[in-house]
């Protein structure tokens, strides 16, 4: 049965604080679940914040920070073996130091050193230890950490 003493403004405003109320919670609940999956697929590398196909969402965090030097200083007296290698070595160091001697007397500049080697054989010491004898600051960077530049 209808109750004649409720008026029709009164019902109307109900259903309308009910569905208000109800939008609100589901609102919410989807802001709260979104907020929720964004950090956990941003912590898997996934999609994240910046966005698909971004390049700082594939990095881990650690590689975002700023690169510094290495604190450690090596020289070539912490280097054991490899003689002919530092021998030669100390020609970079010389240049390092002293890059107008080279450059005076039109001798070409190296743009860098390839070092190659099996893992385990030195080859890393032994850039840190140019770096520590030539009295320059060291970074230290693996290759699969640098991006893909394209063309």
Do not use: H
């Not at 070092?115 to 970074?139: Q, R």
């Amino acid at each position: 049965m209808v109750d004649p003493k409720v008026s029709n403004k009164s019902r109307f405003a109900q259903e309308l604080i009910s569905t208000i109320l109800f939008t609100v919670a589901v609102g919410l609940v989807w802001v709260m679940g979104a907020a929720a999956l964004q950090k956990y697929v941003g912590s898997l590398g996934g999609i994240g914040a910046s966005g698909v196909g971004s390049s700082s969402s594939y990095a881990p965090k650690d590689l975002n920070k700023e690169v510094m030097p290495e604190k450690n200083v090596k020289t070539f007296k912490d280097v054991k073996g490899c003689d002919d290698a530092k021998q030669e070595l100390e020609e970079v160091v010389e240049y390092l130091k002293n890059p107008t001697k080279f450059t005076r007397l039109g001798g070409k500049l190296p743009k860098g050193i390839l070092l190659t080697g099996a893992p385990g054989t030195g080859k890393t010491l032994l850039a840190k230890a140019i770096a520590g004898e030539a009295g320059v600051p060291f970074f230290y960077r693996a290759g699969s950490e640098f991006e893909e530049i394209k063309n």
